[in-house]
């Protein structure tokens, strides 16, 4: 059954196509640039352009960018390849620079249990290129962060097998303080700060160290006010407190609501939650 489907699959592909899948296949050519295979099948610069953009439009390869393809190791079933968003990702960076990058946003906040709400969207942190993109028929959003942004990972392994970089429980939800405005988060992310501290208290250190890391001050100061009115561990909390650069200007607690309620002098935060 599978052989005919590969016969059928095969038989699809023009004897051109058919070239260039054996030659990057057999040279283990992945990503393949465009001009890189032009001399070796003798082609012309419009010939060669036709034939990626056929391979694309049906699925057998990949466009990662302009003049980028991911060529499968081999002809996948029914000739359309399904590449999963970690192999496209990691290729993706290695064709930009060797950038780096870690997934981010609801689909992480789904993985730990925080919401049930599944994304269509793929948010991935990235130190080289921004905004939304269709790659492989799935809808990504790059965020483009300094590269002190980046971190506080863990590896992981997706239900296909492949081993990818995951945000840690801390990580994400630090970034969902600190990008807030992007993820619509708050209020919502103190609850999931609580409960996961209620589940593990040795957890409030971690978070408190992530956001050292990886937090604006507004962030500091949310989650150090939110953390200390748990008995934030001395050393968690003094480490927070020298990233704070001044707590003379406030800020709510909650950006979204009316800027009413007592203020706590130690973080500079208005209690409006």
């Known amino acids: 059954m599978n052989t005919g489907t590969k016969q059928s699959a095969k038989a699809r592909l023009g004897p051109l196509e058919q070239r260039f899948l054996s030659y990057a296949q057999l040279k283990n050519l992945s990503p393949v640039r ?4 032009r001399r070796v099948l003798e082609l012309t610069a419009d010939q060669e352009r036709k034939l990626l953009s056929r391979l694309a439009r049906g699925g057998t390869i990949v466009r990662l960018k302009r003049g980028v393809y991911l060529v499968p190791p081999r002809l996948p079933l029914g000739g359309v390849w399904n590449p999963g968003e970690t192999v496209i990702l990691r290729e993706l960076m290695r064709a930009c620079d ?5 997934f981010c946003g609801w689909p992480v906040f789904n993985r730990y249990g ?3 709400q599944v994304p269509a969207r793929i948010s991935v ?3 080289r290129i921004y905004g939304p993109r269709v790659i492989a028929g799935r809808e990504f959003t790059f965020i483009k962060v300094a590269e002190r942004r980046l971190g506080g990972t863990e590896k992981s392994r997706t239900p296909g097998g492949e081993e990818s970089l995951m945000p840690t429980r801390a990580r994400a939800l630090v970034d969902a303080v600190v990008d807030w405005s992007r993820f619509g988060t708050l209020p919502e992310a103190f609850g999931w700060i609580r409960d996961s501290i209620d589940e593990d208290p040795s957890l409030a250190a971690g978070i408190a160290d992530a956001a050292a890391r990886f937090g604006n001050q507004g962030a500091i100061r949310r989650i150090g006010y939110l953390l200390d009115r748990g008995e934030l561990p001395k050393a968690a909390r003094d480490r927070l407190r020298r990233k704070l650069r001044s707590a003379k200007s406030i800020i709510p607690l ?4 009316p800027a009413r309620g007592p203020v706590n002098p130690d973080w500079g935060v208005i209690e409006n939650e």
Do not use: D, I, K
């Open 34 to 37: 465009f001009g890189q295979l």
């Open 125 to 127: 942190y990235n130190n």
């Open 98 to 102: 060797n950038g780096r990058c870690q």
């Open 254 to 257: 909650v950006p979204s609501r």
């Open 114 to 116: 925080f919401t049930e």
